[in-house]
């Protein structure tokens, strides 16, 4: 856990807000600017991956170019030279990104689907004046200011204009469904790239759902190449013909018949926001391929069929043979069952893939699990068509006892349906403030304690010339504080104003267990033994305070050798007990009260009477 760390001595990391395959990103406070940011923190474990740490430095430097009222601001980059940890500090912004608004609430409406496109488009225009192509545009990456403006993040893998970008092995679920058809084969990539992952964004927006779905990435990415987008109006009907046309224009497969630049898209979104019509006279994809999504071989294309058939008569030259007759009725017959079942399976594919897309496939976007319990979350995996991954535990002070901290895949990340979904759930145990205890009695504070969860400590005994005898002057834990149920508060007792003169109780040695009890203690000096060093000794033990059942434990020393145990029972508050005991010579007696020694006192084998009162 990084929470409470600071980097840099300057960025106090004070929550995870959300997490990649290569970073973790913190809700943080600078605390030289007193003001909310976002830190990226790449994973402990890419530190030393020259690779990784070059692509993490290269966002940086990338997005430290851009200065767009669109585009999230980098403050700071560097390494804490404490950890070797890189960091990178962005402006924050507490709204929930696109993706989640997505989940919650799509199908958007139309027009906020083009005021949010037209305000990415806005920012990857002006990262593409100045040569940056983003690369990774997807709903995740779409952040809001509180005023509702839309900003874009996460200029994680962005490169200059005409550089490739393969799929990697590894890449990150979700990503796969927003990649351009050139990215994916590992082209060359340029702004009209980024204006078909913003085309896929904006289909997500007005269906609910990416242009393909498939069991995973690399398969998703391969339909990108040889598939053609289904129609959107078949999903949404309540999306215009308009806003279908700017769609297929941005998920045109060939760059040659895509939107040319951010500021041509621009143009058009411009007029679908203020209703006028649309120059229909650039490059648009056919009208069959606006209706019906076919699959495409890319090994070997398939001819279309003439738009018209003419069928003309064929002269008969020859009457021919009735065994040539029959041959080519039968032939004629099969080719004609062939093409007929051809004709129904082909039919019922193109029904199935035009009213059912995605069916054979389901994708599922995970829902948000953090701060759920875990039977919610099992029941809620359940609905959505995944499962409950592994479950582990760990302590957080800071969240409710058996609350779900994290969770992985994280909130929104697309996977196939069935897929498990980790989580770390909090096993925190709970907490209690510490209730005031000054000015009650040791009996009070043990009580208000118990009720808090809490344990009483050892007492010590102390002067006061202001706090009556037995009530408590201190506490070891300052009240309010919240601590974990079971923690001891150790307590200081007055004692009362001191003596002139004196130096304390005699015997007592300064602790003493909870309600201290008073002892008195003398010498029959008139008893007769066989031993003429024997005396009788009578010990009165009064329990004082108000806990009940006072466990309390006399024991001798005496010359007779060995510790002795004289009487172990409780006394209840008030009540007193009388000994007789008899020793040998020098004696020792301990008091012992709720397992701890309170008082001590030693008699000289003298025949003298002798008495102590402590």
């Known amino acids: 856990m990084m929470e409470g760390t600071v980097l840099a001595g300057r960025y106090r990391l004070e929550s995870e807000i959300g997490e990649g395959g290569l970073a973790i990103v913190y809700k943080a406070r600078d605390t030289v600017l007193e003001r909310p940011v976002a830190v990226k923190l790449l994973r402990a474990e890419f530190a030393s991956a020259p690779q990784v740490v070059a692509r993490f430095r290269r966002e940086a430097h990338a997005a430290a170019k851009l200065n767009h009222p669109n585009i999230i601001q980098i403050y700071d980059t560097g ?29 958007l409406p139309g027009r906020k689907v083009i005021e ?32 509702g403006v839309a900003k874009l993040s996460d200029f994680g893998i962005a490169a200059a204009a005409g550089e490739t970008g393969t799929i990697a092995p590894g890449l990150v679920e979700g990503s796969a469904a927003y990649i351009s058809p050139e990215q994916a084969q590992g082209k060359p990539v340029g702004p009209q790239s980024d204006l078909y992952s913003l085309g896929c964004v904006m289909f997500e927006c007005y269906t609910g759902r990416p242009p393909f779905l498939g069991n995973n990435a690399a398969q998703v990415a391969a339909m990108h190449v040889h598939e053609r987008v289904p129609s959107p109006r078949l999903l949404n009907p309540a999306i215009t013909t308009q806003e279908e046309f700017v769609l297929q224009k941005a998920l045109a497969r060939e760059t040659s018949r895509r939107y040319r630049s951010a500021e041509e898209m621009l143009v058009d979104l411009n007029k679908l926001a203020s209703g006028e019509e649309l120059d229909r006279t650039g490059v648009m994809a056919r009208a069959e391929e ?113 609350t779900i901290l994290s969770q992985t895949p994280t909130e929104g990340t697309t996977v196939a349906a069935g897929t498990p979904v980790s989580i770390i759930v909090n ?11 000054v000015g009650a009695s040791l009996g009070d504070a043990q009580r208000m304690l118990q009720q808090a969860g809490l344990i009483l400590g050892k007492p010590t005994l102390a002067f006061s010339e202001t706090i009556p005898e037995g009530q408590v002057i201190d506490q070891s834990i300052k009240p309010g504080t919240r601590v974990e149920k079971g923690t001891q508060v150790a307590v200081t007792v007055s004692k009362g104003p001191q003596q002139p003169g004196g130096t304390g109780e005699p015997g007592v040695t300064g602790t003493t267990g909870p309600t201290p009890p008073k002892i008195s203690c003398t010498v029959d000096s008139t008893y007769q033994g066989s031993n003429p060093r024997e005396h009788r000794y009578q010990i009165t033990v009064t329990a004082t305070g108000d806990l009940k059942d006072q466990p309390i434990k006399v024991v001798k020393r005496d010359e007779s050798g060995g510790l002795k145990t004289v009487w172990d029972d409780r006394l209840q508050p008030g009540m007193s007990k009388r000994l007789s005991v008899v020793a ?31």
């Not at 390494?79 to 199908?107: H, S, T």
């Not at 709720?594 to 008082?599: D, H, P, R, S, V």
């Open 116 to 147: 949010v496109a037209t305000q990415c488009c806005r920012a990857l225009a002006y990262a593409h004046k100045i040569g940056l192509v983003h690369r990774d545009v997807k709903p995740h990456n779409i952040l809001f200011t509180d005023e």
């Open 79 to 107: 390494q804490d030279e404490d950890r070797g940890l890189y960091y990178l500090v962005m402006e924050y912004l507490g709204e929930p990104n696109l993706k989640r608004i997505i989940n919650e609430y799509a199908p």
């Open 427 to 437: 096993q925190g145990s709970e907490v209690a403030p510490v209730p005031d205890l």
């Open 290 to 402: 606006r209706t019906m999504p076919l699959r495409v071989t890319p090994a070997a294309e398939v001819t279309p069929p003439p738009a018209a058939v003419t069928l003309r008569p064929t002269p008969i030259t020859a009457r021919p043979s009735a065994e040539r007759r029959d041959g080519s009725l039968v032939w004629g017959t099969i080719l004609a069952v062939v093409v007929a079942i051809i004709a129904l399976v082909a039919t019922a594919w193109l029904v199935k893939v035009a009213f059912y897309p995605g069916s054979s496939a389901k994708m599922i976007a995970t829902p948000s699990l953090v701060g759920h319990s875990e039977g919610n979350a099992r029941a809620e995996l359940t609905e959505a068509g995944l499962k409950l991954g592994s479950v582990t535990y760990r302590d957080d002070p800071n969240s409710p006892k058996g």
């Open 584 to 614: 040998q010579g020098n004696v020792d007696f301990q008091i012992y009260h709720e397992g701890t020694l309170a008082q001590e006192f030693h008699f000289p084998g003298t025949e003298e009477t002798t008495s102590g009162t402590p």
